[in-house]
């Protein structure tokens, strides 16, 4: 048994030890009589809500009882906050009122009413602690939500509504305050401490808070912001989330008048160029891990918000992310290793895996991930989802029952060579050694302003073969790119959506044209095109070349 996976099963007796004793705890009379005590009646200011809602999700919450998280709905019409069958990130949605800034959006009376009356009813129905609705990462946006949206639902309200809201608001705080940090790690643990900052801040006396929040957040910037700026978790999508909690919690800090928290600004300058370094020509993320694009505006808001003015990297060593971008092209290739436990719960097994973009145009794709289904999330974590090569049609890492990766690459290593007109990249991964002996070798080029952009692979087997191998290289193709084999299907020709034609060749194995989908944002697959280049691993070493150049 490996060191990694003995620890990963430690963590997991003791983390279940804590939950069964904390659950023993907290679900008691005694405990929850605890969580009484004095009641301001009043904040001394709402934190500022920097991000835009959107008032179609309002429209559906108000008229069809429905929430909404990117396009996907779940329809509630009796009030029931504890709907049976429902997967745990729709609990979490409904539960931390992120969708209050939805209702904002829309404007009106409507919305301030709908605010006061689903808060009033969740008060109701939950006046004591519960292992799931309680839980921390979950209090602490419900109450970094409540709080900022304060100025727009609750200023208003009656003296009766703002009564019961504050003694819920503050037994919320009280237990958070006893239980962080608890068992919570990455981006939840990010959004608990800010719930309790807010807390500290917008009530008088309650600085004891602030000062608890404050502690685990500089703790937590140094864990979860890598030294290269990315996030521990290497998801684009969770790296921007962290940044915009960094903000919010710098600017509620400011608007409560303290002074500025250099740590939370030097977290900010490290994270800003690395969420750079994930967009393609078009603003929007590459997708890798989890990530799906995101907006281009939602994207350059975050970067404005931050006011970090830090140069977009070309290498991110610690993440294991490297960019080459030369003209009009961009290539960006994942060189990492999966993330350490927990936060490799919802990576991809994508090892060298990479994204192609010219302009504003994607060609190559990843095949993305849904943001509401755990069956598609499982499925295009897979390997074969992914521009990269496949060894027998397998995942490199075997999946844990938990979602969590079994064994995984030893060693990664990256070499890069940047000249004046051209640019190779070499890199390797020994992470189909446990399973076949087998070490794989890509090598990137690009030159002639981008219009030059070749790969090879390179498979070698230093323990001798025992048995042949299938071989697959996929490059799946943006819905957008129109494709058709040439020359007799030794070649492919690509018409990219502004126009331009890319000729796409291949050496050392047969050229394929299959079906693929891309599920880069949204909630609706749709179907695109991948190239296949397949062949056979025979001897001790195998190479397949390729190449995708621009049409004069």
């Given at each position: 048994?490996?060191?990694?996976?003995?620890?990963?099963?430690?963590?997991?007796?003791?983390?279940?030890?804590?939950?069964?004793?904390?659950?023993?705890?907290?679900?008691?009379?005694?405990?929850?009589?605890?969580?009484?005590?004095?009641?301001?009646?009043?904040?001394?200011?709402?934190?500022?809500?920097?991000?835009?809602?959107?008032?179609?999700?309002?429209?559906?919450?108000?008229?069809?009882?429905?929430?909404?998280?990117?396009?996907?709905?779940?329809?509630?019409?009796?009030?029931?906050?504890?709907?049976d069958n429902v997967e745990d990130h729709w609990i979490s949605h409904m539960?931390?009122?992120?969708?209050?800034?939805?209702?904002?959006?829309?404007?009106?009376?409507?919305?301030?009413?709908?605010?006061?009356?689903?808060?009033?009813?969740?008060?109701?129905?939950?006046?004591?602690?519960?292992?799931?609705?309680?839980?921390?990462?979950?209090?602490?946006?419900?109450?970094?939500?409540?709080?900022?949206?304060?100025?727009?639902?609750?200023?208003?309200?009656?003296?009766?509504?703002?009564?019961?809201?504050?003694?819920?608001?503050?037994?919320?705080?009280?237990?958070?305050?006893?239980?962080?940090?608890?068992?919570?790690?990455?981006?939840?643990?990010?959004?608990?401490?800010?719930?309790?900052?807010?807390?500290?801040?917008?009530?008088?006396?309650?600085?004891?808070?602030?000062?608890?929040?404050?502690?685990?957040?500089?703790?937590?910037?140094?864990?979860?912001?890598?030294?290269?700026?990315?996030?521990?978790?290497?998801?684009?999508?969770?790296?921007?989330?962290?940044?915009?909690?960094?903000?919010?919690?710098?600017?509620?800090?400011?608007?409560?008048?303290?002074?500025?928290?250099?740590?939370?600004?030097?977290?900010?300058?490290?994270?800003?160029?690395?969420?750079?370094?994930?967009?393609?020509?078009?603003?929007?993320?590459?997708?890798?891990?989890?990530?799906?694009?995101?907006?281009?505006?939602?994207?350059?808001?975050?970067?404005?918000?931050?006011?970090?003015?830090?140069?977009?990297?070309?290498?991110?060593?610690?993440?294991?992310?490297?960019?080459?971008?030369?003209?009009?092209?961009?290539?960006?290739?994942?060189?990492?290793?999966?993330?350490?436990?927990?936060?490799?719960?919802?990576?991809?097994?994508?090892?060298?895996?990479?994204?192609?973009?010219?302009?504003?145009?994607?060609?190559?794709?990843?095949?993305?991930?849904?943001?509401?289904?755990?069956?598609?999330?499982?499925?295009?974590?897979?390997?074969?989802?992914h521009n990269t090569l496949i060894v027998d049609d397998r995942n490199m890492?075997?999946?844990?029952?938990?979602?969590?990766?079994?064994?995984?690459?030893?060693?990664?290593?990256?070499?890069?060579?940047?000249?004046?007109?051209?640019?190779?990249?070499?890199?390797?991964?020994?992470?189909?050694?446990?399973?076949?002996?087998?070490?794989?070798?890509?090598?990137?080029?690009?030159?002639?302003?981008?219009?030059?952009?070749?790969?090879?692979?390179?498979?070698?087997?230093?323990?001798g073969l025992v048995t042949e191998h299938k071989v697959a290289l996929r490059?799946?193709?943006?819905?957008?790119?129109?494709?058709?084999?040439?020359?007799?299907?030794?070649?492919?020709?690509?018409?990219?959506?502004?126009?331009?034609?890319?000729?796409?060749?291949?050496?050392?194995?047969?050229?394929?044209?299959?079906?693929?989908?891309?599920?880069?944002?949204?909630?609706?697959?749709?179907?695109?095109?991948?190239?296949?280049?397949?062949?056979?691993?025979?001897?001790?070493?195998?190479?397949?070349?390729?190449?995708?150049?621009?049409?004069?």
């Amino acid at each position: 048994m490996s060191l990694l996976l003995l620890h990963g099963l430690q963590q997991e007796v003791v983390k279940t030890v804590r939950t069964h004793a904390g659950r023993l705890t907290y679900n008691s009379p005694l405990y929850n009589w605890s969580l009484g005590g004095t009641v301001p009646d009043r904040i001394l200011f709402s934190p500022t809500d920097l991000w835009a809602g959107d008032a179609d999700s309002a429209r559906w919450l108000i008229h069809s009882g429905a929430f909404s998280i990117e396009g996907d709905r779940l329809e509630l019409h009796d009030a029931n906050w504890t709907p049976d069958n429902v997967e745990d990130h729709w609990i979490s949605h409904m539960h931390s009122f992120e969708w209050i800034r939805d209702l904002r959006a829309l404007g009106g009376d409507a919305g301030r009413r709908s605010a006061r009356a689903m808060i009033e009813n969740w008060i109701d129905n939950h006046q004591g602690w519960n292992e799931i609705t309680w839980r921390s990462d979950i209090v602490g946006r419900r109450l970094g939500n409540w709080l900022s949206g304060y100025d727009f639902f609750g200023e208003s309200a009656s003296e009766e509504f703002q009564d019961i809201f504050f003694e819920s608001v503050m037994r919320q705080l009280r237990h958070l305050s006893r239980a962080l940090p608890g068992m919570l790690n990455g981006l939840p643990l990010l959004y608990a401490i800010k719930g309790l900052a807010y807390g500290g801040l917008v009530f008088e006396g309650r600085e004891a808070y602030l000062e608890q929040a404050l502690n685990l957040l500089d703790e937590q910037i140094d864990k979860q912001i890598l030294s290269d700026g990315g996030h521990i978790s290497r998801q684009p999508q969770q790296l921007m989330e962290s940044i915009r909690i960094l903000i919010d919690i710098r600017a509620a800090i400011r608007q409560g008048g303290y002074p500025a928290i250099p740590k939370i600004q030097h977290g900010l300058d490290r994270a800003v160029p690395a969420l750079r370094f994930f967009r393609h020509g078009d603003g929007a993320f590459a997708l890798f891990n989890n990530t799906q694009e995101s907006t281009a505006d939602k994207i350059k808001n975050t970067i404005m918000q931050a006011s970090s003015r830090a140069r977009t990297l070309n290498t991110l060593p610690h993440s294991g992310y490297e960019r080459i971008s030369m003209g009009r092209s961009l290539l960006l290739v994942d060189v990492g290793k999966p993330p350490t436990w927990p936060h490799d719960k919802n990576a991809h097994i994508a090892p060298l895996s990479f994204e192609f973009s010219h302009g504003r145009e994607r060609v190559f794709v990843n095949c993305g991930t849904h943001p509401t289904c755990p069956q598609w999330q499982d499925a295009l974590r897979s390997t074969p989802a992914h521009n990269t090569l496949i060894v027998d049609d397998r995942n490199m890492c075997d999946l844990n029952k938990d979602g969590s990766m079994g064994h995984r690459p030893k060693s990664i290593v990256v070499d890069r060579d940047d000249k004046k007109d051209l640019v190779l990249m070499d890199a390797c991964h020994d992470g189909y050694v446990p399973i076949n002996g087998i070490t794989h070798r890509r090598r990137f080029y690009m030159a002639d302003k981008g219009h030059d952009f070749r790969g090879e692979d390179n498979l070698t087997c230093a323990t001798g073969l025992v048995t042949e191998h299938k071989v697959a290289l996929r490059f799946h193709l943006h819905p957008k790119v129109m494709v058709s084999l040439i020359k007799g299907g030794e070649e492919a020709l690509l018409r990219l959506n502004n126009g331009t034609g890319w000729r796409f060749t291949v050496q050392g194995g047969s050229l394929e044209l299959d079906n693929s989908i891309y599920l880069g944002s949204g909630i609706r697959p749709r179907k695109t095109k991948q190239l296949v280049i397949r062949g056979l691993m025979d001897s001790d070493h195998a190479q397949f070349k390729w190449a995708l150049q621009l049409e004069n």
